[in-house]
């Protein structure tokens, strides 16, 4: 068995290029109010590293410029960063579609009551991760108390009209397995969130995304502490799927770090993969037809966007 | 030599190294089984998670379980699966009972 993944890209004929730069993923920094178990950014309430204004009117700068159509925002808590609202707003006003990846509980943290409200007001697509409809699940991955409040934030978002038929505001959930195991068919759980989280809460969102754990950062030291490192390598490994590599989301977007430089993805971030040499390295340089054809820089875990159905920001893609 | 080992679930496909048409042929049929259809692949899991207590293969409890939360069961359904399978041993252990009453009330007075 190999863990190259090059080795069996190439075994399949395949190769990992971008296709196009649809969306710009930024990283505005790895503070958080949580610190989760799985977190593949070692984001916790004690990091420090966050965009300052100017990097934020760079990224702001490229997407007036090259007309980028989405701009997906992630942390740590994106919105702990004091430029958050004002990026929002500014790339709003241009027209692009925003994405955040909201934790839930940071609508609990001082000064952000009313984010529900800003989002609504704002027309955000909101992506919140909740691993599981049960508490023992959740707070295990999450950290105590995690699922009460996640639980309460939904209610607040519901309550604006987010995850409401016909209110074009869009509540997106994100299921990661607690453990050392691939996700289920990404419509099967949708349907038992669905039922459980109206029936128990009288919850509603839109869709559910299946991410897969990606074997780095924390989740890798999970592994590595609970024996599973190689068990579970093996298994992303075994569950390589063909069709999952035109799905996978660094053929589309480009991802920028804290400090301006750009990667293929988030987890190249985490790992400091910068994009291919020959392209543009910084969000000053940047120029979606340099990055388009762009060869993506790739390593053992890459794997975990090729398992089963596959995974992305966006769920599974076969 | 122990008698069973972890490894050597990943190591099923060797029996196939002799009558590979016979191993060809139950992989068929044993991987067809397992797909959606009128039953989802979750409630087969279940299925086969509750058969492998009440068959009490250790192979086949480490490979469902796996199973059974790579289709989105927790714990709790899992357990009641368990039970329904121990029950029904349960049950069928006792409802032989009849056949030792049957047996003794045969031969007495
Ligand atoms: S997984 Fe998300 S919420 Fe949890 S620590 Fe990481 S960034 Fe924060
Ligand atoms: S880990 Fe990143 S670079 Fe690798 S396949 Fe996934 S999205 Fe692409």
């Known amino acids: ?318 | 030599m122990s008698y069973y080992e972890e490894d050597d679930l990943s190591r099923f496909g060797e029996i196939g190294k002799h009558r590979p048409d016979l191993f060809a042929k139950f992989m068929d049929w044993y991987q067809a089984c397992q797909e959606d259809g009128a039953l989802s692949k979750r409630e087969k899991a279940l299925i086969g998670l509750a058969v492998a207590h009440a068959l009490q293969c250790p192979y086949c409890i480490d490979a469902y379980s796996q199973s059974c939360l790579e289709s989105g069961s927790n714990l709790d359904q899992m357990t009641e699966a368990i039970h329904m399978a121990s029950a029904i041993r349960g049950g069928a252990a006792l409802i032989h009972g009849l056949q030792a009453h049957n047996s003794v009330h045969k031969v007495s007075m």
């Open chain 1, 1 to 318: 068995m190999t863990f190259d993944f090059e080795q069996k890209l190439a075994s399949h004929g395949l190769e990992l290029r971008a296709t196009s730069v649809a969306t710009l993923q930024v990283n505005v920094g790895k503070l958080c109010n949580q610190a989760c178990k799985h977190c593949h950014v070692d984001a916790s309430p004690k990091r420090t590293e966050i965009m300052t204004r100017e990097t934020a009117e760079q990224v702001l700068a490229a997407l007036r410029r090259f007309r980028i159509l989405t701009l997906d925002l992630t942390g740590g808590a994106p919105e702990l960063n004091p430029s958050f609202r004002w990026l929002v707003t500014e790339a709003r006003a241009l027209g692009t579609h925003v994405m955040v990846r909201h934790n839930l509980t940071v609508m609990f943290e001082p000064g952000q009551e009313d984010l529900s409200e800003f989002f609504r007001a704002h027309q955000i697509e909101v992506i919140s991760s909740l691993p599981y409809f049960q508490e023992q699940q959740t707070d295990a991955q999450r950290g105590n108390g995690v699922f009460t409040k996640s639980i309460e934030a939904i209610r607040r978002l519901n309550a604006v009209g987010y995850g409401v038929d016909g209110s074009g505001l869009h509540l997106n959930l994100v299921y990661n397995p607690v453990g050392a195991f691939l996700p289920p068919a990404q419509s099967a759980i949708e349907a038992d969130f669905k039922r459980e989280l109206q029936s128990r809460y009288g919850l509603t969102f839109n869709q559910l995304y299946t991410i897969t754990n990606m074997p780095i950062k924390r989740f890798l030291e999970y592994l590595r502490r609970s024996g599973n490192e190689e068990r579970y390598l093996r298994k992303l490994v075994e569950a390589f799927n063909p069709n999952a590599v035109a799905g996978v989301m660094c053929r589309r977007l480009v991802s920028v770090d804290w400090t301006g430089k750009l990667y293929d993805c988030d987890f190249n971030q985490m790992l400091e993969l910068g994009v291919a040499e020959n392209a543009p390295q910084t969000i000053a340089e940047f120029d979606p037809i340099k990055l388009a054809q762009r060869r993506i820089v790739t390593g053992v875990h890459c794997f975990g966007c090729t398992a089963g159905a596959g995974s992305s920001c966006g769920g599974a893609v076969a």
